[in-house]
């Protein structure tokens, strides 16, 4: 069984396009996220998740708008492509932290690697 | 602003032999994390560290956590080219009423036969 799964895996698409990537785990987590992996593999939290409500919003373009239609569920749309966004996208999932007992280990799903032309 | 940074950036390194990449961050943190994560794939957890002088070993890896230096290592011990892969280490902060991991720039190693 896939822990994190995320589709498609491969995205080409034209700039000025709109595209979607989904992203769901089996895990029982509550928190979910969204990185950017740049072509020099330098990995950048975008958005997080708390059992649907955004919590994490790191300084990405607006043209990036997530959505969590339930806790086990983090999509990400992106409007107006531009070649920069061009990158490795991976969704990943943890427990809520609620104090300093437990690791709070983040999985990773597979990765979208999206391709603007 | 947390700054979590690696070194080398690259290492290419005989088989057999011993290595160590370093993670230093700028701020206070119990949690350090390790990945590892082959071309084109995901990121695999390898260690999580939780307390100052946490260590753990898997196979030819063993990974340690000084909080009060804020200074984490990956040693490799006599390496295979199976280690060949880009590791990563996070910090895990507490922050504005949420939790968030700031990863490392990555150490890209690869292993010669």
């Known amino acids: 069984d896939t822990a994190v799964s995320q589709t498609p895996k491969y995205l080409v698409t034209q700039m000025g396009n709109d595209k979607s990537i989904k992203c769901e785990q089996n895990?029982?987590?509550?928190?979910m996220y969204w990185y950017k992996q740049d072509s020099k593999k330098f990995l950048k939290i975008m958005f997080s998740y708390n059992n649907k409500e955004l919590i994490i919003n790191e300084t990405v373009p607006n043209r990036f708008s997530p959505k969590s239609p339930d806790k086990a569920h983090l999509n990400l749309h992106i409007n107006s492509l531009e070649l920069g966004d061009s990158a490795v996208y991976f969704c990943?999932?943890?427990?809520?932290?609620?104090?300093?007992?437990?690791?709070?280990?983040?999985?990773f799903g597979p990765g979208t690697r999206l391709t603007v032309t | 602003e947390l700054k979590v940074e690696q070194n080398p950036l690259f290492l290419s390194m005989q088989e057999g032999k011993n290595y160590t990449i370093y993670c230093n961050y700028s701020?206070?943190?119990?949690?350090l994390y390790w990945y590892r994560q082959d071309p084109g794939k995901s990121l695999e957890s390898l260690f999580v560290l939780l307390s100052n002088g946490a260590v753990k070993q898997e196979g030819r890896l063993m990974a340690s956590l000084d909080t009060k230096a804020r200074l984490s290592t990956l040693h490799i011990t006599a390496a295979v080219h199976d280690l060949s892969a880009t590791y990563f280490c996070?910090?895990?902060?507490?922050?504005?009423?949420?939790?968030?991991?700031?990863f490392g720039t990555g150490t890209r190693l690869k292993v010669l036969a």
């Open positions: 701020t206070t943190s119990d949690r």
């Open positions: 996070a910090v895990g902060i507490y922050t504005s009423g949420t939790y968030k991991y700031i």
């Open positions: 990943a999932s943890s427990r809520t932290f609620l104090g300093r007992e437990s690791s709070y280990e983040q999985y």
């Open positions: 895990l029982g987590h509550d928190t």
